[in-house]
């Protein structure tokens, strides 16, 4: 599912990308968009590239492609806090210009897998990325604050936040290579980034990682859910670890569904399963106690607790 993307949108483009607006006022903001200032033109055709309307989009996606690197390589400089789905739009996009491939891999919010993809793109012929010097270019003008931080939590707003209105797109999470194969590209740094701060679909790839440090650190992203721990829980992960950073935590313990998916799994430290055993109902503790599927130990508890049950 697509992520939205929050970004405060100032008043030179607001009128035309405002909720409830016809189509032709926001082609008609895309032909006064080479009039604007690089930055407010990057902005405003990104903006229309995510509306509902199909000719919209369409005719703000051609005129993407035709953004001249200058202008793009003087967004990139002078909007250093811009949201990085903006920057991966430019990579997926422009990739193939090299002022600004090199103002990206200068910007240090361009997402992990932009970076991977940009610096394959660019391979040298003895294997080894081209190393760009420092973009040219650049202006003034003032920042526009986006809504949310590169991993969906909220940021301070800006002092002069009230001269602007804000406005949600979705994130398209535009795909660069697929992200199973961009993750074989990745060093374990990037995984361990990826893993902390990635959607719903990295979390699930990067769970399974043969790297302890990288699995582990999907436990600890804090958009994870609790629907999603209950599907690690069932998965039959093999990474210990997981299991007792699970165990540590007492929201996700609260769960049933999860207290009673850990009793299942063998890798859950047999003193955990134990006591979320007996919080369970007296069915579901019959259940176990004849079950062949879970730990022994397990089991045989199960039974001395039905069996206590019955002498009070």
């Not at 032709?24 to 055709?45: F, N, P, Q, Y």
Request: with cysteine; glycine share 8%.
């Amino acid at each position: 599912m697509a992520e939205k993307v929050r970004l405060k949108i100032p008043p030179a483009i607001a009128a035309f990308v405002r909720p409830g607006g016809t189509a032709d006022e926001k082609l008609r903001g895309l032909g006064t968009a080479s009039g604007l200032a690089s930055e407010d033109r990057v902005l405003l055709i990104f903006c229309l590239m995510q509306d509902g309307d199909n000719l919209v989009k369409a005719a703000a996606g051609a005129a993407f492609e035709a953004l001249p690197p200058e202008a793009l390589v003087e967004f990139i400089r002078c909007r250093p806090e811009t949201h990085p789905a903006i920057l991966d739009v430019i990579a997926r996009v422009h990739h193939s210009s090299p002022a600004v491939a090199g103002a990206l891999l200068n910007s240090g919010l361009l997402s992990p897998q932009a970076r991977v993809f940009l610096q394959r793109f660019t391979m040298g012929s003895k294997g080894l990325p081209r190393e760009y010097p420092p973009a040219e270019g650049g202006g003034g003008g003032d920042d526009v604050e986006p809504g949310e931080g590169p991993d969906g939590e909220d940021e301070e707003p800006a002092e002069d936040a009230g001269a602007e209105e804000s406005g949600e797109v979705d994130e398209e999470g535009e795909e660069f290579l697929s992200k199973y194969k961009l993750s074989q590209a990745m060093g374990i740094a990037d995984k361990i980034k990826m893993a902390l701060t990635g959607d719903k679909e990295w979390r699930s790839l990067l769970v399974k990682d043969a790297n302890k440090l990288v699995s582990g650190s999907v436990i600890k992203n804090p958009r994870i859910t609790e629907a999603e721990i209950l599907s690690v829980v069932k998965s039959g992960v093999q990474n210990d670890d997981i299991m007792r950073l699970i165990c540590a935590n007492k929201e996700w313990t609260k769960n049933i569904k999860i207290r009673k998916a850990l009793v299942e799994n063998p890798r859950t430290p047999i003193p955990n399963a134990l006591r979320y055993l007996s919080t369970l109902s007296e069915k579901d503790i019959a259940a176990y106690a004849k079950s062949k599927n879970i730990s022994s130990v397990v089991s045989t508890q199960a039974r001395r607790l039905l069996l206590n049950k019955k002498r009070s």
